[in-house]
């Protein structure tokens, strides 16, 4: 089936998240849509699977203009999406997420989830997928997951298939495993969507990339693109992908992990027995696939997970046991990795987030009472110094860009005295103008030689930060091996091997 | 990923735009809500039936009929709660002002202790339970310890206050510690409660003895809140309470750093834990808080107007509370002057039944309309037909709280 | 290609060492309660159960109990069970679900047997007792299959009772004015529809909190069924307040079968209607294709949008659904229990309606039991004052709510909502 959409324009109020968009994919293709976050891949593909309705412009399928009241419509057009947050509902089963919507019933209306799974069984065996229909979602890892969401797109004969950033939560193997399927649907005729901001596999895996920036097309090019020119069509001017900093001049080791281990509430280990330090004007990156304990790892740190033991030493002091606002008060400063859950309240002003864990310290408070002239006096200051762009100090932070809302995050953990500087995710979702500010910011605290720990699962951000780099997989640590460790073994190290094997894998490779 | 965001945040902002609707809209909505409730009142009137036997020949019988119902009735209701034109004295025309604000007292204490918990993120829908304990413990002090005056005002009042943030503390610990939803626990603890003083109302130490009822015995003269204005009034000095609960909550929620950490913990609790703040100590805090400003509303009640404590001690004060919280969007100033209307109403509604037969019971229609509507904007603007396309045409971003929240819910597609 | 086994978590060598105490502890509690209480506190007489009334046709023979026997057995079994249980989560295992109901019953059988062993006429009639219990039930479960319908569809109602106030109201005065309960009937599940509508459109389509709506509508019905009564009811009670009773249509033969033939075929129409709404409504949530789109919608709407399903429609229309089932609940008031409209009836019935959905877990036949179980205590109320107890009722009738909070905070099993209910679902 030949989908072709032309003109599409989605906005949001005043905001353009998509500018008349043209794209033409064919059967048995693999259309790339490459871009940054908030580029508007997902709302287009959201207009594209009737999630939302276009402000203006068309879908045509072989020709023919549709238009898509709702998934629903989408769906009996034959085009399936698998979202970059699943769509699967934990406590029901593989068969009834499966069935749901399109369900089999026998007489009177009841379910009749037998033909369902037959179906799974089916498409499981023909593509190697292995998923128990009877298995609960919620019981599954998340790379089944995906799989589930590929069945219920199958089974319902989809001939085009949307994966929105479907690497995001896979390990390099799985991903592998995932070009491997798409290789298989692509021979069988489907048309594949792949949405990512992924410069690598998007090379890999795709016979067309067409590349979008802020809501418009920027051209569709061939996946020979070197990944500069890829990398400038995306961003919209020349960027060097290499941060200048200087070497590092690390000091004492004055922060120490020993045999750390955190529990979730059921019992799993999220973090298992990791043992680390990070010396004074380091950084040291940990690298890894999202959700293999990175998290719980820095929110151990900063004594917000219940069940955490080992420990960890700041400056001599043990910090385990301690609460967030002791740890805090030991001059630990923690950019989370998701702002606007954890790191701003959305509806307090720009000046309240500056202070929001600082708040009942002087010159802020005196006793029970807040001094509303110091609090205000120190925004318009951080504003300044950290150029963020606001209308006032008394706007609500909610209304800012994410760039600004993560220098005001940066610049109220900055503007302490710091003994460790914790930094997960510093960039996502975030305009590169601001990277490289925030970036510089990083360095500079490093510079001023206190210990700097990064988070990311971008290994772009990880090689350009980091001195050292320590690789979790599945909450274990693989390893830590220096700054300039190739792409290929913090990979195979990122899908569970020890530092050394990897090094032994990767250089048998090359030979 | 927009819709996964804002599904998150929207329980939260549509509290917000509750708490920021524009005036305007507040107003429509008593205006709609009182329309409403005299249409209720006409069609129920006497006269309005038997002259809509003849509507056909004669409409104008009918429409003045139901006029003057609705009217009549409202005017009842604006004398026995403002001013009463037809009185002797001065001193009699003013006296339903009075009564209104003696009414006013317990709601405007207890929608306080509803907005504090609001605005922490929780629904403290247990203010009724919460006066009851307060004036329990106030009553037990005020009729079985002997203290100087003063002295003994003072006891009772923090036994309320303590009495009612014990009621409040059960929610909260439950909450904080097994994340039991304190919507269910305070509406229980209410029916608890109530069961509670029933029992302790047959009890020897709280029984009036001599008394077969279920009453107590009046409460010392000295544990009383004194009369403001003279005997010829029941304005009482817990109005003053009131006042000076509006101002601590004032100051408390914009100028402290509790305050500063309740509004955290309300607003994005998760921010709030990873700042240091404790989540779990704020929603104690704030239900003991809120529990205590119910018990005052106890305390106003029998310490000052009741002086004995019965069963119906609470009356419906902590429900209305909820409304009056609302309509005073868990600020404290609005939670002030909503609780003078709410107060009026009800002051005056005494007056409406005794003098034209209408019940009192409009005043909880009317209320509960009141809120209704100024929940649901868009529904008050559309049947005021104020323009809102004109607005969503415009690329100017829209300035108002209630788009702002929409806004950054949506703002995950930027 | 054996990706997946790859991929699974390792199971259960990673499980445990997160231990919960909340059973064992409360089983103590329990067990302490029996000790003192049951045990020690025994009286010196024997409880007698009634099972048969005398005009039965079959007769069942009374049970007796020695008060002090059955006391210091129940004690020690449930002290045993306490510390079986302690010693199950010290190692790291879970309690067996079996546990807590033979708990329970063991408790209710000590306290039973306490409390009419301690009442002047210690002697109870077993079948009345247990009838009465299911009487007073079915409006309490009518209001939690409301509660269960509209929770499971992710809106959460705590209009029930305003619902049943309505359904009570309507039904009074359509079948006073018609002269025909039935109609009465018909009327309460369509008034028990009008609040529906109201928590629909302000929740679903302006996004009003549901907990707010349905706190607020409460009030309104309260104040518009009270003002109504006090005029045009008590104006002309007989035109409008006057409603005929559904008669009780007994079944023959079955309704005299001892203890499950007055509870199953003898009862009114309305419930008849309740037993059948359990059922149908079980079977409907948990096998149907209607069902399952209800539950994907109260679970993760968005998830249920994506596959093709109208969210806001389906919960529109389960809420409305709710309130007619809610409506047949409020008729029991004034067509079956008494035969007229008073202001605030319900009394409450609406909350311990919630309170039994919550107990039960979000299932139609959980909230059964639940308010099977809430029904009984009322009635033990009763009829324990007139065998005279030295019980205060105050604290009987605060059981059900006592209970209630002890489930919310995970004492008394673990309770689980909808993951969607109370969130308003928004697109764009």
Request: proline residues 4%; glycine residues 10%; contains cysteine.
């Amino acid at each position: 089936m030949l989908l072709e959409l032309q003109g599409i324009t989605k906005k949001f109020g005043t905001l353009v998240a998509n500018d008349s968009i043209d794209l033409v994919v064919k059967p048995g293709e693999v259309h790339c849509l490459l871009g940054e976050n908030g580029a508007g891949k997902s709302t287009l593909m959201n207009v594209l699977y009737g999630l939302y309705e276009p402000t203006d412009g068309e879908i045509l399928l072989d020709g023919k203009s549709v238009t898509f009241k709702g998934p629903g419509d989408a769906m009996a057009a034959g085009i399936g999406m698998v979202h970059q947050h699943f769509m699967l509902i934990p406590v029901f089963t593989v068969a009834e997420n499966v069935a749901l919507g399109d369900e089999f019933t026998r007489a009177g209306g009841l379910l009749d989830l037998e033909k369902t799974r037959a179906k799974i069984r089916d498409i499981s065996d023909r593509y190697g997928f292995d998923v128990d229909p009877d298995a609960l979602i919620e019981d599954l890892p998340v790379g089944v997951q995906q799989r589930v969401e590929i069945i219920k797109a199958l089974v319902r004969n989809a001939s085009v298939l949307i994966l929105d950033e479907p690497t995001a939560v896979l390990t390099p193997q799985e991903t592998d495993e995932l070009i491997d399927i798409i290789g298989q649907l692509k021979a069988a005729g489907t048309a594949i969507v792949f949405i990512s901001h992924k410069l690598r596999e998007v090379r890999a895996v795709s016979d067309v990339i067409t590349v979008i920036r802020r809501g418009a097309v920027v051209g569709s090019v061939d996946p020979s693109t070197s990944t500069t020119e890829l990398a400038n069509m995306m961003v919209g001017r020349q960027v060097s992908l290499s941060l200048n900093k200087a070497p590092a001049n690390p000091g004492e080791r004055t922060f120490q992990v020993r045999n750390l281990t955190v529990l979730s509430p059921t019992g799993q280990r999220l973090v298992d027995d990791v043992t680390f330090d990070i010396a004074e004007g380091e950084i040291l990156a940990v690298a890894g696939v999202q959700g293999n304990g990175q998290t719980e790892l820095t929110e151990a740190i900063l004594g917000l997970q219940d069940h955490a033991s080992g420990s960890i030493k700041l400056k001599g002091t043990e910090l385990i046991g301690l609460k967030a606002k002791d740890v805090i008060r030991h001059g630990v400063g923690f950019v989370p990795e998701d702002r606007k859950v954890d790191g701003l309240v959305g509806t307090f002003s720009v000046a309240e987030n500056l202070i929001l864990n600082w708040y009942n310290e002087p010159p802020f408070a005196k006793g029970l009472a807040m001094k509303p002239s110091v609090v205000m006096a120190n925004a318009k200051a951080k504003i300044d110094e950290y150029d963020v762009r606001t209308q006032s100090a008394d706007s609500a932070v909610g209304t800012l860009s994410g760039g600004n809302q993560q220098k005001v995050v940066l610049a109220r953990e900055l503007s302490r005295p710091l003994n460790l500087f914790i930094a997960s995710q510093p960039t996502r979702g975030v305009d590169v103008g601001s990277i490289e500010f925030l970036h510089k910011r990083i360095v500079q605290e490093r510079d001023g030689g206190t210990p700097v720990m990064i988070v990311s699962t971008e290994l772009d951000e990880i090689s350009e930060l980091a001195d050292r780099i320590a690789v979790l997989h599945r909450g274990k640590l693989m390893g830590v091996v220096p700054g300039n460790t190739t792409r290929d073994v913090l990979g195979l190290m990122m899908a569970g091997m020890t530092a050394d094997e990897a090094l032994g894998q990767s250089a048998e490779e090359k030979q | 990923m927009s819709s996964q965001l804002q599904q998150g945040d929207s329980s939260r902002s549509v509290l917000h735009r509750i708490m920021g609707g524009s005036t305007l809209v507040a107003v429509l909505a008593v205006v709609l809500s009182i329309v409403l409730g005299g249409i209720l009142i006409a069609v129920t009137d006497d006269r309005v039936a038997e002259t809509s036997a003849y509507f056909f020949s004669r409409p104008g019988d009918m429409l003045t009929a139901a006029w003057e119902a609705a009217s009549g009735a409202y005017i009842a209701l604006f004398q026995g709660a403002i001013f009463n034109p037809r009185a002797d004295t001065v001193a009699q025309a003013i006296r339903p002002l009075t009564e209104t604000l003696t009414v006013a007292t317990p709601l405007i204490l207890a929608g306080l202790g509803v907005a504090i918990a609001f605005r922490t993120g929780l629904f403290n829908i247990g203010a009724q339970g919460q006066i009851i304990l307060g004036a329990t413990f106030a009553a037990w002090v005020g009729f079985t310890l002997e203290l100087p005056p003063g002295l003994h005002l003072l006891i009772a009042v923090v036994a309320g206050f303590i009495g009612g943030a014990l009621w409040g503390f059960i929610p909260g610990i439950l909450k904080a510690r097994t994340g039991a939803h304190e919507v269910i626990v305070t509406i229980m603890l209410n029916y608890v409660a109530v069961y509670l003083v029933a029992y302790l109302l047959f009890t020897p130490g709280f029984q009036n003895p001599g008394s077969s009822n279920p009453i107590s015995p009046r409460l010392d003269d000295s544990a009383l809140y004194p009369l403001l204005l003279g005997s010829g009034y029941r304005l009482h000095l817990g109005f003053l309470v009131a006042i000076a609960a509006t101002i601590g909550v004032w100051w408390l929620l914009n100028r402290s750093t509790t305050g500063f950490e309740l509004r955290a913990v309300g607003a994005n609790p998760n921010a709030a834990r990873t700042a240091g703040i404790s989540v779990t100590k704020g929603y104690v805090v704030v239900m003991m808080i809120a529990g205590g400003l119910a018990g005052l509303a106890g305390v106003a009640q029998v310490a000052g107007t009741e002086k004995v404590l019965t069963g119906g001690i609470a009356a419906s004060f902590g429900f209305d509370a909820i409304t009056v919280a609302l309509l005073g969007r868990s600020h404290p100033w609005g939670v002030f002057f909503a609780g003078l209307l709410f107060g009026a109403f009800r002051a005056g509604g005494v007056q409406m039944q005794t003098q034209t037969g209408t019940p009192i019971d409009i005043v909880l229609v009317v209320q509960s309309l009141i809120v209704l509507f100024i929940a649901a904007p868009p529904l008050v603007k559309a049947i005021f037909r104020i323009d809102q396309k004109k607005k969503k045409k415009t690329t100017k971003p829209d300035q108002s709280s209630e788009d702002i929240t929409t806004t950054t819910a949506a703002g995950g597609v930027a | 290609m054996s990706v997946a086994t790859e991929t699974r978590p390792e199971g259960p060598t990673h499980t445990a060492t997160v231990r919960n105490w909340k059973a064992p502890i409360g089983f103590g509690v329990g067990a302490l309660v029996a000790l003192l209480v049951f045990a020690l506190g025994s009286p010196a007489q024997t409880a007698v159960f009634r099972i048969s009334n005398d005009s039965d046709r079959f007769r069942l023979a009374d049970v007796a109990l020695p008060a002090t026997a059955v006391g210091w057995f129940t004690a020690v079994a449930l002290t045993l069970i306490a510390v079986y249980a302690f010693l199950q989560v010290r190692n790291g295992r879970k309690v067996a679900r079996w546990i807590p109901i033979v708990y329970g019953a063991l408790f209710m059988i000590g306290f039973l047997t306490w409390v009419v062993g301690s009442a002047n006429t210690p002697s109870i009639s077993l079948a009345g007792l247990i009838a009465g219990s299911v009487t007073l039930a079915i409006p309490l479960i009518f209001g939690s299959l409301s509660g269960v319908l509209c929770e499971r569809v992710g809106v959460v109602n705590i209009a029930i009772e305003g619902q049943l106030l309505s359904g009570a109201f309507a039904a009074a005065v359509a079948a006073s004015i018609s002269g025909n309960a039935y109609v009465g009937l018909i009327a309460a599940a369509f008034a028990g529809t009008l609040v529906s509508v109201v928590l629909a459109v302000f929740s679903i389509k302006y996004y009003v909190n549901q907990i707010i709506v349905g706190v607020v509508l409460n009030v309104l019905v309260s104040g518009l069924t009270g003002f109504l009564a006090s005029t045009l009811l008590s104006r002309d009670s007989a035109t409008f307040n006057s409603p005929p009773s559904l008669p009780v249509i007994s079944i023959p033969f079955l309704s005299d079968l001892p203890i499950i033939g007055g509870i199953l075929f003898r009862q009114s129409i309305v419930g008849y209607l309740m037993y059948v709404a359990v059922i149908v409504i079980y079977v409907g949530l948990f096998h149907t294709k209607w069902g399952l789109r209800v539950r994907a919608v109260g679970e993760h709407p968005q998830a249920a949008d994506t596959m093709g399903i109208k969210v806001n429609s389906t919960r529109f229309w389960n809420v409305l659904l709710g309130g007619a089932v809610a409506g047949f609940g409020g008729a029991f008031f004034t067509l079956v229990s008494v035969s007229s409209f008073s202001r605030d009836m319900t009394a409450g019935a609406g909350y311990i309606a919630l309170a039994a959905l919550i107990f039960g877990r979000w299932n139609p036949i959980g909230a059964f039991f639940a308010a099977l179980l809430f029904g009984f205590f009322t009635n033990l109320q009763y009829v324990l004052s007139i065998v005279g107890t030295s019980v205060p009722s105050q604290f009987m009738a605060m059981l059900p709510y006592i209970v209630t909070i002890l489930a919310v905070a995970g004492l008394v099993g673990r309770s689980r909502p909808p993951a969607a209910s109370g969130t308003p679902y928004m697109k764009e």
